[in-house]
């Protein structure tokens, strides 16, 4: 076994893994020059259902989670619910049905097994700081679609339908721990498991939901 490993090191001219994978959840990933982007593929598998939209805050502000360098901009977040590492490069997000695949992932973006990680929804369509900025901001007073898709710009991945509802500052929407179903959050969590719910009756007027979630 350890010779026919050795031939196809040696066959792709590359030398063996000396250094660990930098899967710091959420943060750009830095490859390891000497072993080409063949290894990279090999290692992290696709998205194919395992990754979740988690939670989501639309009304961000100073004491809520920030960005790297100090902002307060709205944020995304993903939950690896599958149990290897997952890298989501090549994947959309998008806050609008009609349009798929509105923004794409175009660095590797790397959620370890179980894990969680933020973007944020700031419009800035940049990577900042390690940190990754989609091309639109979120609608807090109105609420609206939200949804990761596959690579083929068609296929939803988890979505959030007809939408979360306006929230106000600080106040997030997600999956309740453990069984997933949709609430109003009553404290933001952010890279970490979701508590503190405050059901949601089933409903689709927006204004109802606000009400809901501005009285706990």
Not at 21 to 31: F, I
Not at 106 to 112: D, E, G, T
Not at 148 to 165: C, H, Q, R, W, Y
């Amino acid at each position: 076994l350890e010779r026919h490993r050795d031939t196809v090191l040696r066959s792709v001219n590359v030398l063996p893994l000396t250094s660990p994978l930098n899967t710091h959840p959420g943060v750009l990933m830095k490859p390891f020059p000497h072993l080409g982007i063949w290894w990279l593929l090999i290692c992290l598998p696709l998205a194919h259902g395992q990754v979740l939209l988690n939670e989501v805050v639309s009304q961000n502000g100073p004491g809520g989670h920030l960005t790297a360098d100090g902002l307060a901009f709205d944020w995304i977040e993903l939950h690896n619910s599958g149990n290897e590492a997952i890298d989501l490069r090549g994947h959309y997000l998008t806050d609008e049905e009609n349009t798929l695949n509105k923004w794409e992932f175009q660095h590797s973006f790397v959620i370890p097994a179980g894990e969680f990680a933020i973007v944020f929804a700031s419009d800035l369509n940049d990577l900042i700081e390690g940190q990754e900025h989609t091309n639109f901001k979120l609608d807090s007073g109105d609420g609206e679609y939200l949804a990761l898709i596959d690579p083929d710009g068609a296929t939803v991945l988890s979505e959030f339908t007809p939408g979360f509802p306006p929230l106000s500052l600080h106040r997030s929407f997600g999956r309740a721990s453990p069984d997933g179903t949709l609430v109003a959050l009553l404290e933001a969590t952010p890279n970490a498991p979701n508590s503190g719910a405050a059901p949601l009756p089933l409903i689709h007027s927006f204004t109802a939901s606000a009400i809901v979630i501005e009285a706990g």
